[in-house]
């Protein structure tokens, strides 16, 4: 361990922007400067912590004690890295976006609207660098409640109500569940520090009563409902009547990704690979993470909404992600942690097409895009390119992390798991697909054609492309993510 005021920097530098934001309120200009500035020192304080973390030290901050064993504390291992990295640099491309998208469509409350967006992503740096169960507890539930504004933006009968279901599911599950599993640790550990450094050993001591730590893991995963499991995934697609940026933020930055990368640390940090082992806790949340990927897939094939397909896509991806750290192998937790990064840049990039699309032509229905493909090339080329991600099509960054998961259940010789993960890739290119060939193959609706005279603006169309190319980038140059990783799980 080495204790550090540097681990604070990201949070600060992501915490200076919702002030900043609010005092730049009558300038638009500086405004959307602010976001960018702080977006950018966010990023480049991660970036400083990560020498001490790949060299195997552990940064740790306790702020202050609110009770012994309960504390505001904060630590950074590779996992923290990959979370901060990711959330604070997509907010870069997602600040060009929100320019082009809320400039275009003359959106209200735009100040209300930057300022917990970027709440939204101080609480994703708080959650990254969480070193204790409370910590964790007080960021995450930051999340929540400054995106209900951002899911309930447009203020309207149908906002309202996929906000309703948006605070019911996420702030019920915590109460109900994530609440009490925090009291059960600290009875059990008599701390609520994670054992960050080692993924083999927990915070739970050995003679810890199995039954009490099988009911406190249950409920852990029961009130991280951020990852979507089924389910507890229903809010997902009822949060789709926000903005499309908030979509993007929601299913590829802060809020899902929050709740995966939770999972994974209870799971890495909390519980730890031996007692999960021991209990056999792993199997059995692996079999529920792989009927979600089947099921969601399945679902998506049914939606002609593309943000509603994007949002089951989501559902199912994301329990990549929790297969990958259940399955106890180490391909497969290399492979869940991969996803986090690999699926951030390639989701966002097709929900930042599917609000491009709908700048340009009105159009969200899938069936109306026959032949957009032609007036909007460069929107439409990225699309197939993070679609490819998605069905995991070498060599875009999606086929990295389906590999390692699908090695992972070869490794712990679960066929089925390993069917569930094949059946998800030929169920993704079955909803990826037809949207690809209707826009470049069809030929144009005129209902549609005529009301759609090229690309979005270029603050749309810039970002978009550039996370498409980074999807590629990344999954050919995989070193980068892997060493981080590697750092991760050294010794697993």
């Known amino acids: 361990m080495l204790e550090s005021a540097r681990i604070l920097l990201p949070i600060l ?16 200009n500086h405004r959307e400067a602010a ?54 640099f997509l907010w870069i491309f997602a600040t060009s976006y929100n320019i082009g998208y809320m400039r275009s469509l003359n959106e209200h409350a735009q100040n209300r609207y930057y300022f917990c967006f970027a709440v939204a992503i101080f609480g994703a740096q708080g959650v990254s660098f969480a070193g204790n169960v409370f910590t964790l507890y007080l960021f995450y539930e930051i999340i929540t409640i400054f995106t209900y504004p951002l899911v309930a933006h447009h203020q309207d009968e149908e906002g309202y109500e996929g906000g309703r279901k948006y605070l019911v599911y996420l702030m019920g599950t915590s109460k109900l569940f994530l609440l009490p599993a925090m009291v059960l640790t600290y009875v059990l550990c008599g701390t ?15 003679d810890a009563n199995p039954t009490l730590v099988t009911v406190t893991y249950v409920l852990f995963i029961a009130g991280l409902a951020k ?35 939770c999972i994974c640390r209870v799971i890495l940090s909390g519980f730890g690979l031996d007692l999960m082992g021991k209990l056999g806790l792993g199997l059995p949340t692996a079999y529920v993470a792989a009927f ?36 106890l192998t180490p391909s497969a937790v290399e492979g869940g942690m991969a996803h986090i990064v690999h699926h951030a840049f390639s989701k966002i990039t097709l929900f930042f097409a599917a609000g491009a699309i709908y700048v340009a032509s009105h159009t969200k229905k899938i069936s109306l895009m026959s032949g957009l493909g032609r007036r909007m090339p460069w929107t439409f080329g990225a699309f197939a390119v993070a679609s490819l991600s998605m069905i995991g099509v070498p060599p875009v960054c999606g086929f990295v992390s389906k590999w390692y998961l699908v090695n992972g259940t070869l490794q712990a010789d679960q066929m089925v ?6 059946a998800s890739t030929i169920l993704n290119a079955a909803y990826f697909t037809p949207i690809v060939y209707k826009a470049f193959f069809e030929a144009p609706l005129p209902e549609v054609e005529h009301h759609v005279h090229g690309e979005a603006p270029l603050t749309m169309v810039v970002p978009l492309c550039l996370t498409a190319v980074i999807s590629v980038a990344i999954g050919i140059y995989t070193k980068p993510v892997f060493t981080v990783i590697e750092a991760f799980v050294r010794g697993f």
């Open 227 to 261: 990852a979507a499991i089924m389910p507890l995934h229903n809010w997902l697609p009822s949060a789709m009547v926000a903005p499309t940026p908030v979509s993007a933020l929601l299913h590829a930055v802060a809020v899902v990704k929050a709740g995966v990368f």
């Open 292 to 327: 979600t990927i089947v099921a969601a897939s399945l679902i998506a094939l049914t939606k002609d909404d593309l943000k509603a397909r994007l949002a089951y896509s989501t559902v199912s991806q994301l329990s990549y992600v929790v297969i990958g750290v259940a399955l």
């Open 35 to 88: 976001s960018f500035v702080c977006s950018a020192l966010t990023c480049l304080s991660v970036l400083w912590l990560l020498p001490d973390v790949l060299r195997g030290e552990i940064p740790t901050l306790t702020v202050f004690t609110l009770y012994p064993g309960i504390h505001v504390k904060f630590a950074a291992d590779g996992l923290s890295i990959l979370f901060a990295f990711v959330s604070s």
């Open 417 to 422: 798991l390993l069917c569930a993960l094949l």
């Open 13 to 28: 530098a992501s915490g200076l922007a919702p002030p900043a934001i609010y005092l730049a309120r009558r300038n638009i």
């Open 192 to 206: 609520l520090d994670f054992h960050v450094g080692d993924v083999l050993k927990g915070m739970f001591p050995a």
